[in-house]
């Protein structure tokens, strides 16, 4: 039972594979009535003066120029996560509509992926797993090897509030830390976790054991690792990527891969998602894929959707959204 006197919120389905968790209705149906696309689609004319929100779940639903053209009353995006490469900011803000996402929600959780992916790749856990149940397995072997991640290099590229908390963690495990981003942190905030700005991503390339990727995807970072960059990492360094496919160059990848550039990669995220069956990433032995679990737990999901809805609840009251999102 819905009530009329809540605004609507346009979603993309309940439950599904994109769609809205179910155990979370209940607490949106405190603030709103819901809508998916398919009962708006069915009835648009009956519904489309009274869409004042919608709230997408990364690229679900799909918002363009057409559905928002339906959308006369419509006030508020708030997306899920803190990426927004999916969501054209111009053609929004231009119908009037304003955008938000959930930065506060996720930064922990993601950065635990990335030091997940970091340890991974360090001590080979994947193919170690794979040893430990095979049935060709007779005895453990004293010569496989993985790296040390105690006092290796870190080189963090994107110190935005994730980048942050991952340099939080590796300070734990003693590790040095190297960071690039378009504006250097303040010296207060460097010196609580020991991390040294590289202004020239080159330097964080050829210094680090372990470099992680933590930016946003936008036109300066499509392909920011390309064949060049690979070839300034070591040899013995680890690429890890929690930020977006786009961010590196995937053919080179997988021939820096193939030929030795790099010892290995661990990516929670790739070009497409997932990756075609055949793609050939899949098939090398020093790759780890994770299905995108960046924000992926009970937690952090719910706490994306209280997020979500604090900030529709203040774009529809008119007053400052806790996580505003602004075209570049
Ligand atoms: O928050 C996001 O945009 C993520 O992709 C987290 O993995």
Redesign the pocket.
């Given at each position: 039972m819905q009530d009329p006197k809540l605004p609507l919120l346009l979603i993309n389905e309940v439950g599904g594979t994109l769609g809205v968790l179910e155990a979370h209705v209940p607490f949106l149906k405190k603030h709103f009535q819901l809508i998916t696309m398919k009962e708006f689609l069915e009835s648009k004319e009956c519904y489309r003066a009274q869409v004042q929100a919608i709230y997408s779940w990364?690229h679900k639903p799909v918002i363009d120029r057409e559905l928002l053209k339906s959308l006369p009353n419509l006030k508020v995006i708030s997306s899920?996560?803190?990426?927004?490469?999916h969501l054209d900011l111009k053609l929004i803000s231009g119908f009037g509509v304003r955008i938000a996402?959930?930065?506060h929600a996720?930064h922990s959780?993601?950065a635990d992926?990335g030091m997940a992916l970091l340890l991974a790749a360090a001590r080979r856990l994947v193919e170690g797993c794979q040893i430990a149940v095979s049935s060709d397995t007779g005895y453990f072997s004293n010569n496989w090897l993985g790296e040390e991640v105690t006092g290796a290099t870190l080189g963090i590229i994107g110190m935005g509030s994730?980048g942050y908390k991952i340099a939080q963690r590796a300070r734990a495990f003693e590790m040095k830390i190297l960071y690039h981003n378009r504006n250097r942190r303040k010296e207060d905030e460097e010196q609580a976790v020991g991390a040294c700005y590289c202004g020239a991503i080159e330097d964080l390339l050829q210094q680090s054991d372990f470099v992680m990727l933590v930016v946003n995807l936008t036109p300066r970072t499509y392909k920011l690792i390309g064949k060049k960059e690979l070839q300034l990492m070591k040899p013995t360094a680890s690429l890890i990527n929690?930020?977006?496919g786009q961010v590196v160059d995937q053919d080179m990848l997988v021939e820096a891969l193939q030929t030795g550039v790099i010892k290995s990669a661990a990516m929670?995220?790739t070009y497409p998602e997932p990756l075609p069956r055949d793609h050939p990433l899949l098939k090398l032995k020093n790759v780890i894929i994770t299905p995108?679990?960046?924000?992926?737990t009970h937690k952090t999901t719910f706490m994306?959707t209280e997020e979500a809805v604090s900030n529709v609840l203040a774009a529809l009251n008119g007053l400052p959204m806790p996580s505003e999102v602004f075209p570049d």
């Open positions: 990364w899920a996560g803190v990426g927004t490469d996402n959930t930065p996720v959780t993601t992926i994730i929690i930020s977006r929670d995220v995108h679990v960046g924000i992926k994306i």
